[in-house]
T-cell receptor, first 109, second 114 residues
Framework: GQNIDQPTEMTATEGAIVQINCKYQ??????LFWYQQHAGEAPTFLSY??LDGLEEKGRFSSFLSRSKGYSYLLLKELQMKDSASYLC??????????WGAGTKLIIKP | TAGITQAPTSQILAAGRSMTLRCTQD?????MYWYRQDLGLGLRLIHY???????GKGEVPDGYSVSRANTDDFPLTLASAVPSQTSVYFC?????????????FGAGSRLTVL
């Protein structure tokens, strides 16, 4: 079966760096997605990793280790607007996404 | 602005009543999805459609039905609502069935069943 594990909540300070982890179990691997969801809003796409390593996209970077079943999202120079939930998801064999419960990130001044 | 439109934004419904949540996209995406999101749980797939004229069951399909008469519209119907169907419902679409299947979501419909 498939399973995704993320921390429920994290707190960080404005201007700092935070790493949000995602452990996954999947029978096959078709990539890993990160989405951002502000409270009361729809999820929006952040990143997609299919190869091992770090992919940087501005202040946000995403890392993947397929051998360890592990990914993280790295957010630098945190801003108050980064307060949101961050959702990790992996496709199943039918390319339907299986979602983690999300990590709520609280940014403090 | 191109995207997905969901209606209604929110609704309170008496148990036993029927309800249809509407979803329309203008991106000409082939695939469309209905998810429900509950506190403490990940998004769960209810039904999906890979292309107009076809539908499939997701992880939690019981109590829900869908149709896909054309590319743009993908309504979700609750035939006889129950309190456990209280949730936020998101419609989504994508133009690819490959692994790099980026979803675009609607703003959501908050449904309360009393």
């Amino acid at each position: 079966g498939q399973n995704i594990d993320q921390p429920t909540e994290m707190t960080a300070t404005e201007g700092a760096i935070v790493q949000i982890n995602c452990k996954y179990q999947t029978s096959g691997f078709n990539g890993l997605f990160w989405y951002q969801q502000h409270a009361g809003e729809a999820p929006t796409f952040l990143s997609y990793n299919v190869l091992d390593g770090l992919e940087e996209k501005g202040r946000f970077s995403s890392f993947l280790s397929r051998s360890k079943g592990y990914s993280y999202l790295l957010l630098k120079e945190l801003q108050m607007k980064d307060s949101a939930s961050y959702l990790c998801a992996v496709p199943n064999s039918n390319y339907q996404l299986i979602w983690g419960a999300g990590t709520k990130l609280i940014i403090k001044p | 602005t191109a995207g997905i439109t969901q209606a209604p934004t929110s609704q309170i419904l008496a148990a036993g009543r029927s309800m249809t949540l509407r979803c329309t996209q203008d991106m000409r995406h082939n695939a469309m999805y209905w998810y429900r999101q509950d506190l403490g749980l990940g998004l769960r797939l209810i039904h999906y459609s890979n292309t107009a004229g076809t539908t499939g069951k997701g992880e939690v399909p019981d109590g829900y039905s869908v149709s896909r008469a054309n590319t743009d519209d993908f309504p979700l119907t609750l035939a006889s609502a129950v309190p456990s169907q209280t949730s936020v419902y998101f419609c989504a679409s994508s133009d690819s069935l490959s692994g790099a299947n980026v979803l675009t979501f609607g703003a959501g419909s908050r449904l309360t069943v009393l």
